[in-house]
C-alpha cells in the first residue's frame, strides 16, 4: 500500500537550534517527493521536492532534505530555526505515473521556543 | 512560480443549502486539478481528480453526488457541496497540476 508516515505530530525546538523532521514513505514505484508548510487557515506552500539525481535537495526558507532509498525516508532538516518557522508540515509522495496526485503524511506541527 | 486562487477563503452557509469553490490557475493551463479535504489537525485527503472536459474520478467513499466537480475550461474547476450538513464543514484545497502540483490558498467552509 501507498502512504506516507510522518512519525512525530509535534515537536517543539528552541529559536537557532537545528531541527530534523522525519517522514517514511511507502511507494511501489519510483517516487517523488515533498516537503509543504502550511500556516494556521493557509493553503500550502512548497518548502522542495525530489525527482530524481543528487539525494540531498535544497528547498526554499533555508531546508533541506535528504533522500535515502534504503530506508524510504526523506527526512527534513534545517541548522538554524526562525520563530517564523513555526507551522504545520506536511510530507508528500506521488509518481510520475500518478499525474501529480499526492499522498500526504499526517503532518508535524513545529513550535519554536524563544 | 505559478499562481493558483481558490475562492472563497471562507464561507458560512445554513444547512440544507449548496456551496461552490471555485479553483484557478492564473498563469498556466491545467489539465488535471485534485480536491482535497483536511479536517483541523489532520492532513490532507484527496477527494477527487478533476479533468477538463471529462468527468471527475472520485476516491473510494466520496460521495459524487454530494461533491459534484465541474472542470470546464483548462484554468478553472469548481467543487459544488450539495445539501451541505455540519458534518461537511472542513477546509478544502485545491490543486493544479502544471510543472509540478500547485496548491490553492484553501477554502474554510462552516455548514451551520
Known amino acids: 500500500a501507498q502512504s506516507v508516515t510522518q512519525p512525530d505530530i509535534h515537536i517543539t525546538v528552541s529559536e537557532g537550534a537545528s531541527l530534523e523532521l522525519r517522514c517514511n514513505y511507502s511507494y511501489g514505484a519510483t517516487p517523488y517527493l515533498f516537503w509543504y508548510v502550511q500556516s494556521p487557515g493557509q493553503g500550502l506552500q512548497l518548502l522542495l521536492k525530489y525527482f530524481s539525481g543528487d539525494t540531498l535537495v535544497q528547498g526554499i526558507k533555508g531546508f533541506e532534505a535528504e533522500f535515502k532509498r534504503s530506508q524510504s525516508s526523506f527526512n527534513l532538516r534545517k541548522p538554524s530555526v526562525h520563530w517564523s518557522d513555526a507551522a504545520e508540515y506536511f510530507c508528500a509522495v506521488g509518481g510520475m505515473g500518478q499525474g501529480g496526485k499526492l499522498i500526504f503524511g499526517q503532518g508535524t506541527e513545529l513550535s519554536v521556543k524563544p | 512560480g505559478a499562481v493558483v486562487s481558490q475562492h472563497p477563503s471562507w464561507v458560512i452557509c445554513k444547512s440544507g443549502t449548496s456551496v461552490k469553490i471555485e479553483c484557478r490557475s492564473l498563469?498556466?493551463?491545467?489539465?488535471?486539478m485534485f480536491w482535497y479535504r483536511q479536517f483541523p489537525k489532520q492532513s490532507l485527503m484527496l477527494m477527487a481528480t478533476?479533468?477538463?472536459?471529462?468527468?471527475?474520478?472520485?476516491e473510494q467513499g466520496v460521495e459524487k453526488d454530494k461533491f459534484l466537480i465541474n472542470h470546464a475550461s483548462l484554468t478553472l474547476s469548481t467543487l459544488t457541496v450539495t445539501s451541505a450538513h455540519p458534518e461537511d464543514s472542513s477546509f478544502y484545497i485545491c490543486?493544479?497540476?502544471?510543472?509540478?502540483?500547485?496548491f490553492g490558498q484553501g477554502t474554510r467552509l462552516t455548514v451551520v
Open positions: 490543486s493544479a497540476k502544471g510543472a509540478e502540483a500547485f
Open positions: 478533476s479533468n477538463e472536459g471529462s468527468k471527475a474520478t472520485y
Open positions: 498563469d498556466f493551463q491545467a489539465t488535471t
